[in-house]
């Protein structure tokens, strides 16, 4: 069995820390170096029940796409709930990994993961600068509400489901996508020329705004969701990794839904 310390350069490898934002907070959060990995659990979000899942598991390592102390802590004490899931993990010797804005710009990485889901085929990043986001095409011209429809029935079920903004008969043939919040690049998808952008956490102004100016669809998801494929793609590059090294790692992914949205009601469509 391979030590933390050298799957963590592995993980290093794919998505270098150095590529994060300077305002995240990546790598590892708690673990022995010299301690040995048998079993990994990949997740979008480092809460409690994801800590619980992996101690039933048994796995030694928990890498997560969104970090624990984003903004930093002065205590871990288990009174506070992130405070819980640290000392879950130290207690059970479950070590924590975190790739968020380095998972974000990594070639394949968020995006890429989300576009597979949808079944797009990728022709190069919508930001180039920083390898973010994603241009895309469809194998065959379709609507807007049928490109909707696609990202209900092909990504992971939430409260929120899926909401669209613009013409839902417009046709659509090239897309952006973005996985986690996306309206700000609101400015590098009205140059790519696209015909639709899907992302999550779309908010009003800057919808209202985007659709006044142009025909541009708008396609807006679950934060969660449009990350939750990058957890199956990157175990899979772990899988890969193991069996190149003879690791024979037990590689996992979380199906806990950890979308903070509970359910939805609709108060119909307004026309």
Not at 116 to 125: C, N
Not at 129 to 145: K, M, S, V
Not at 258 to 265: L, R
């Amino acid at each position: 069995m391979p030590r933390l310390s050298e799957v963590i350069a592995e993980l290093d490898a794919l998505w270098p820390p150095e590529r994060a934002e300077a305002w995240d907070a990546v790598g590892t959060v708690c673990g022995d170096p010299d301690a040995e990995v048998s079993g990994v659990l990949f997740a979008v979000d480092p809460v409690q029940e994801i800590a619980d899942e992996a101690v039933a598991l048994g796995a030694d390592l928990v890498v997560t796409h969104h970090p624990l102390y984003l903004r930093g802590t002065t205590t871990v004490a288990a009174g506070h709930f992130k405070g819980r899931v640290v000392h879950t993990l130290i207690k059970n010797d479950v070590a924590l990994h975190v790739a968020h804005t380095n998972a974000d710009t990594a070639d394949p990485g968020v995006s890429d993961a989300l576009a597979g889901a949808l079944g797009l085929r990728v022709t190069g990043p919508l930001v180039p600068e920083n390898g973010l986001g994603r241009i895309c095409e469809l194998d065959a011209p379709e609507t807007l509400a049928d490109f909707a429809r696609r990202a209900a029935a092909r990504l992971p079920a939430t409260a929120q489901g899926v909401r669209l903004a613009g013409d839902p008969g417009a046709t659509v043939r090239r897309v952006a996508v973005s996985g986690g919040s996306g309206d700000s690049l609101f400015d590098a998808v009205r140059a790519a020329g696209v015909d639709a952008f899907l992302t999550a956490d779309l908010r009003h102004h800057p919808v209202s705004e985007a659709t006044q100016a142009s025909p541009l669809g708008l396609v807006d998801a679950a934060h969660w969701a449009t990350e939750w494929p990058w957890c199956e793609l990157a175990a899979a590059q772990l899988d890969a990794i193991s069996d190149r090294h003879g690791w024979d790692l037990r590689v996992h992914v979380s199906k806990t839904v950890t979308d903070p949205w509970s359910s939805h009601e609709s108060s119909g469509a307004p026309n």
